[in-house]
């Protein structure tokens, strides 16, 4: 098959919220869908497959059936799935965290460290983030501001608006902050060191684990630079990002090719239409995510829309 409609697995993390249902169409029952793991082939949260003749299966077991060539050339430097997309609601702050390399995840974590990035898909006025440090701080004044309750006075406050775009390497410490949607685009990895977390408690009613001793091990004392990477949204040794707008009037259709080199995930942030791929049109809408296999050849996407379309290169 060279087109794969996904299903996403949910989070009910407790700072979430419920805009992914309301207005991006997810299927959730629950009160609080945090993140909804778009394209996944993570134990923790496995895509699944809408239709043809594997629906109802993971995307691991189609890619297991069919073998690691669907997947591309590209790949093949990669053990595992390279890569993990998430649409994220954050009603509430998240906390301040940070995430390992691959060395360093790999020791520790038995898997691999975590560098993403972060496409503002919605916003309020005067939402921000951290990012990075303002300015360079010893171990000795990051432990001690921990302890002392005082970190958010040295991180890097940065506002954001819908169509803000921010890189963030393993190693650099950041938090998304309340009234943001966010689609995360990050390597194949659940690893999360958390540093702070404003004092919340879990469902359990206990306060959540804090990993300080990790932390401090693996985070970049230093500011952040946000980089360009200009033609694309972000582009990095795990994956490749460019953004797609069609108004519907003068731009209605885009027409693109999957060669041998890489599989291509869409997802869809706004709008409604039809991805053509292999012989096969499906209907989208705001919020659905797609996985077309390398090798599948010419695809054509007309519509209304805003989306992102992800490779490895």
Not at 127 to 139: C, D, H, T, V, W
Not at 258 to 276: H, K, T
Request: glycine share 10%.
């Amino acid at each position: 098959m060279a087109l794969l409609k996904l299903s996403p697995s949910f989070k009910d993390y407790i700072w979430g919220g419920h805009r992914l249902v309301e207005e991006y169409n997810k299927k959730y029952e629950g009160e609080i869908l945090a993140e909804s793991w778009e394209l996944s082939c993570h134990p923790d949260g496995p895509s699944c497959i809408v239709n043809g003749a594997f629906a109802g299966k993971t995307l691991k077991e189609y890619i297991r059936s069919e073998g690691k060539g669907v997947l591309g050339r590209n790949c093949e430097r990669f053990e595992d799935f390279p890569i993990l997309i998430k649409f994220i609601d954050a009603r509430d702050n998240l906390s301040i965290q940070v995430h390992p390399d691959n060395a360093y995840a790999l020791k520790e974590e038995g898997q691999y460290g975590k560098t993403e990035m972060w496409y503002i898909m919605d916003c309020k006025e005067g939402a921000f983030l951290y990012y990075g440090f303002k300015e360079e701080i010893s171990r000795q004044e990051f432990e001690r501001r921990i302890k002392e309750d005082t970190l958010l006075e040295v991180l890097n406050k940065v506002m954001v608006k819908k169509g803000d775009v921010l890189f963030i390497e393993a190693g650099t410490i950041h938090a998304i902050g309340k009234d943001i949607v966010i689609a995360e685009i990050q390597q194949n990895s659940n690893v999360t060191y958390r540093v702070y977390d404003y004092g919340r408690v879990g469902k359990d009613g206990k306060k959540r684990e804090l990993h300080i001793g990790k932390a401090l091990d693996v985070t970049r004392r230093a500011p952040a630079e946000n980089r360009s990477f200009r033609p694309h949204v972000a582009s990095c040794e795990y994956f490749t990002v460019d953004s797609l707008y069609l108004d519907g009037r003068t731009m209605k259709k885009v027409e693109g090719t999957v060669d041998e080199a890489s599989f291509v995930s869409v997802i869809f942030m706004e709008g409604r239409g039809v991805i053509r791929c292999g012989g096969e049109a499906l209907e989208f809408q705001k919020g659905d995510s797609f996985f077309l296999s390398a090798g599948s050849g010419d695809y054509e996407i007309e519509g209304a829309c805003q989306a992102l379309v992800t490779k490895v290169d």
